[in-house]
């Protein structure tokens, strides 16, 4: 029997629409500036990537804002609290999924519920992401953007360098989680179901 589950408003896939394509540009433009050869060459002409990447930080910025806020004033923040209860047990016995039970086609330990739509797993690697992971990338990149606003030294450190440094890593980091996020996606029934769940807002529960 197939239940529908209504787990993704309007809202939350518009955002993560938005979040997803800025923050795509942001990892393409920021290789562009980050590989520029010394005679000038890269990917995408530096005067361009220039633009695009600041215009799709600014949105990715005003975007984050607005996930903040909806988690604030609507249930979705609910799916966000609570990860720290039995969280070693519970991680393992997601990741031995993961491993093997997937392969053998167990049930899933964490089944998705209206009150519950992520598995421990996501839930800690989603809270760290978006609540950890983004506001330092944000807060390192409008930095950088505005580079009067660092300090001139830390520990005899310059503070540009410690700023571009700390950008770069999270940017690495998100990247390897968007990787990581798009794979677990193709786990569904088929490997297109999560994504259909995404653009439609529907979540098909087998019982």
Known sequence: ????LYLYPVWVRLW???NAVSFLLLVLTGISLHFITSEGNSLIRF???????NVAAIILTFNYGYFVIGNI???NGKHYKNWRKNLAANLWKQGMYYAVGIFKKESH?????????FNPLQKISYVLAMYLGMPLLIISGLGLLFPETIAYTVFNVSGLVLTAMLHITMGFILSLFLLIHLYTCTLGEKPLTLFKGMIKGYH???D
């Open 1 to 4: 029997m197939t239940k529908r």
């Open 47 to 53: 005067d361009i990537s220039v633009v695009i990447h």
């Open 73 to 75: 004033v609507s249930n």
């Open 204 to 206: 098909d529960s087998h």
């Open 109 to 117: 330990p964490f089944p998705v519920t209206e009150d519950n739509k």
């Open 16 to 18: 993560h629409l938005l």
